[in-house]
């Protein structure tokens, strides 16, 4: 009889070793990948605040931007681009609203190049005159823009406005 106690008090500290020992291999995998995951995310924001120091500098000192924004992430870059766009047109004069697409290879460079591009839908609310429109074109060729689309009106860009353009951001290989 007592043997059998001791058998089954052996089992049972077996047992509760192996699955002890098992749950704590499984927690210590799990605070491995949150720590590999917590340094990604440190490099992430370190990114981010060099960016955002950039551009508080540019605006401090009340220069242009040379060159779009650009981030890696994808949903950063895309409000990146659209205040980009917002405060550029702002300084013309004109009020808008942007509709950023999705970053894709662009289909008018050979794919060995690997040029990439991102559509932009812009509804421009008010302009007074056609001199500022010159001006807006001026300053779109100064980035890597291309104009699709350019019309008066018009229902083919989905956004309100009097104005509304299509354009294409073409971004070199590995970013901006």
Do not use: W
Not at 21 to 35: D, F, G, P, T, W
């Amino acid at each position: 009889m007592k043997k059998q106690f001791f058998l089954i008090g052996v089992v049972a500290i077996v047992l509760v070793l192996f699955f002890g020992i098992r749950q704590i291999r499984s927690l210590q995998a799990k605070i491995s990948q949150k720590n590999t995951n917590l340094a990604g995310l440190k490099t992430h924001l370190g990114g981010l605040k060099r960016l955002t120091e950039s551009l508080a500098l540019k605006k401090l000192k009340g220069g242009k931007l040379q060159e779009v924004p650009y981030f890696s992430e994808p949903q950063v870059n895309k409000a990146l681009l659209e205040k980009f766009v917002q405060s550029s047109f702002s300084q013309i004069g004109l009020e808008c609203q942007v509709k950023v697409g999705q970053e894709k290879v662009s289909p008018d460079f050979p794919s060995l190049v690997g040029i990439r591009e991102i559509p932009l839908e812009i509804g421009v609310t008010n302009y007074s005159s056609y001199d500022q429109l010159i001006i807006l074109l001026e300053y779109l060729k100064e980035y890597p823009f291309i104009i699709d689309l350019f019309t008066l009106g018009g229902k083919d860009v989905e956004l309100p406005g009097k104005l509304k353009l299509k354009i294409k951001y073409y971004l070199p290989p590995g970013g901006s």
